[in-house]
């Protein structure tokens, strides 16, 4: 089953904070309002006297507050504003560009513009410090194979053979694509094999943020959504179980019904560890859930 763990993005920088000068080093941050809240800190330490008014100052704005509200969630950054506040941040080059890639990816609306800004921020950001994005993460749940493969290593007839694979795949794909997205599962550490050669799956994933985490989450089930499509039509009907139910409810009673959905979800794992354990006719099986309420209540 897939997991997650989120940290506080400020928090992976602790360690591997580096500052030049009046600049602090922005790569790997994957919140402009963590950024700009530790950019405050890192100046008020080092600076007497420095405070809300001094960096308004030294970007341009009559507001004297104006980086309190940002970092504080009360105000957004227009172009223009970012462009004020890279002056103030001391920022240039590649870091000035990473920066403005943060604060885009922050504010998109649209999953597929998000994912365009984090990528150049990947493009931008230093060899070196790549890991902090965990990139891996996102990888993980943007396609179908990897958390499919990562269950069916544990296969009490699982063979490491790209073809043997293949054949047991629903869903289609190639020996190399299977291939390389062993060869991804392995190095990133998602699935690890043990001295007797047989693979296990490793509880690893931690995503540095709530963002990057809701991005990622929501390309798993666009992809889950898109093989349930497919499988309507290429699976039998004794093969699979498709079910839709539309029904009134009071809307106060939404998040009970959202509880009872994440119960049962819970309950259904649990079942499935157990008669799994010592059968040796295993499959790898998914299941999705969705709830959404078809209309909403207008003033009139």
Known sequence: MTSSKTQKPEENHKESQKTTGRRLNVYGYVDYRAYLKDFYGFRKGSERGYSYRTFSKAAGFTSPNILKLVVDGERNLGQEA???????LNLSGPMADYFVALV????????EEKEKWFQEMMRL?????????????LKYLSHWIYPV?????????????????ARRLNGKATPGEITSALQFLLEEGFIAKKDDG????????????????????RNYHRQMLEQ?????????????????????LPESALEELKFKIKTFRSDLHTWAIQVAQDSTDQVVV???????????????
């Open 82 to 88: 970012i462009h004020k506040f890279l002056k103030a």
């Open 104 to 111: 885009n990816m922050n504010q998109s609306k649209s999953d």
């Open 125 to 137: 950001t230093p060899y070196a410090k790549r890991r902090e994005l965990n990139p891996e993460a």
């Open 149 to 165: 493969l990562r269950e069916m290593v544990t296969l009490q007839d699982f063979r490491d053979d790209p073809y043997w694979i």
């Open 198 to 217: 047989k693979y296990e799956a490793t509880d690893h994933m931690v995503i540095s943020s709530d963002e990057l985490k809701s991005l990622a989450i």
């Open 228 to 248: 349930a499509k497919e499988f309507l039509e290429a699976l039998p009907l004794e093969k699979r179980e498709f079910g839709a139910l539309t029904f009134l």
């Open 286 to 300: 998914q299941t999705n859930f969705q709830m959404y309420p078809h209309t909403k209540r207008v003033n009139s």
